[in-house]
């Protein structure tokens, strides 16, 4: 049972480039979340699908775009990285809702 | 969407002391008020929650309360020890239709042997 796995860990774009983050869980859980991590503002909600075959957009939506491939994986895609999408990115799933998330281990993206 | 103000920014205690981190919120709907620790370079875990029923719940050297009056939710370790040096985050969930959980900026805890 390895909960809520992300790929990759880490990760160096140049301005322009392209890249989707993969995230994919095994415990059954509804709803799933991509949420950025920047020094001193938190978590700030990117993307969401609250269940299989729906996705809408949070906080930030701007230059992401997302794919709920099946009920287990959720990727994170940037079509054309910018220095700030610099970020630590961090998938999440829960039961349904903001219950009992469980996070994935984060991808560090650099963008130059 | 929810707002979730949280402070202080970063805390200094001494080890065995008691550390107190506060967060307000904006949506009065929201109903459920988790609480996340985050080590350095790990991902954020869930130490305690609580819903709006409840003024109060603990576990261990954990609390959190709930001020539903005033919008405002509180953590409190008591007994601080060094390994509870770490990022907390306070989260709302946002009562648009889907719950997502909106968090707090984060607080930065250094418990001081």
């Known amino acids: 049972n390895a909960g809520v796995t992300q790929t990759p860990k880490f990760q160096v774009l140049k301005t322009g480039q392209s890249m989707t983050l993969q995230c994919a869980q095994d415990?059954?859980?509804?709803?799933m979340y991509w949420y950025r991590q920047d020094p001193g503002m938190g978590l700030r909600l990117i993307y969401y699908?609250?269940?299989?075959?729906?996705?809408d957009k949070g906080e930030v939506p701007n230059g992401y775009n997302v794919s709920r491939l099946n009920k287990r994986e959720f990727s994170l895609r940037l079509e054309s990285a910018a220095p700030s999408q610099t970020s630590v990115y961090f998938c999440?799933?829960?039961?349904?809702?903001?219950?009992?998330?469980?996070f994935g281990s984060g991808t560090r993206l650099t963008v130059v | 969407g929810e707002n979730v103000e949280q402070h202080p920014s970063t805390l200094s205690v001494q080890e065995g002391d008691s550390a107190v981190i506060k967060c307000t919120y904006s949506?009065?709907?929201?109903?459920?008020f988790p609480w996340y620790k985050q080590e350095l370079g790990k991902r954020p875990q869930l130490i305690i929650d609580?819903?709006?029923?409840?003024g109060e719940k603990k576990d261990q050297r954990i609390a959190v309360t709930l001020n539903k009056t005033a919008k405002h939710f509180s953590l409190h370790i008591t007994e601080t020890q060094p390994e509870d040096s770490a990022v907390y985050f306070c989260?709302?969930?946002?009562?648009?239709?889907?719950?997502?959980?909106?968090f707090g900026t984060g607080t930065r805890l250094t418990v001081i042997p």
């Open positions: 999440a799933s829960s039961l349904q809702g903001g219950y009992g998330y469980t």
């Open positions: 415990m059954n859980h509804n709803s």
């Open positions: 699908s609250a269940s299989e075959g729906t996705t």
């Open positions: 949506d009065s709907a929201s109903n459920y």
């Open positions: 609580i819903r709006s029923n409840v």
């Open positions: 989260a709302a969930t946002d009562q648009t239709g889907a719950n997502n959980l909106f």
